[in-house]
């Protein structure tokens, strides 16, 4: 049974793979602009906030967005977004 407000996704986590496809030939791949959203989100209202929340807060939005990051992409966005540099285009992390 599907979880209120996901996609209608595959339902796997976006490896290394799916990342690589992610990040493919298609600039406007609309999953890229969702996680690239969830960021922006977090970014304009969690922006200084302390690590454990910017996580908290990244699994919340992907989770409404219905979108799956392994822990390692989350990691390198919730570095990214607690650095001196927070705002940024998540084909960077990805």
């Not at 339902?11 to 690239?36: A, H, I, K, N, S």
């Not at 690590?51 to 990691?75: C, I, Y």
């Amino acid at each position: 049974m599907a979880s209120p407000g996901r996609g209608s996704g595959n339902g796997q986590t976006m490896t290394d793979r799916t990342l690589d496809d992610m990040t493919g030939d298609d600039p406007r791949d609309p999953r890229v602009e969702v996680v690239q959203a969830v960021v922006d989100r977090i970014v304009s209202w969690q922006e200084g906030a302390d690590e454990a929340t910017v996580r908290a807060e990244l699994d919340g939005a992907l989770s409404e967005a219905g979108v799956d990051l392994d822990e390692a992409t989350k990691r390198r966005i919730v570095d990214r977004v607690s650095s001196e540099t927070p705002h940024f285009d998540v084909r960077e992390v990805l």
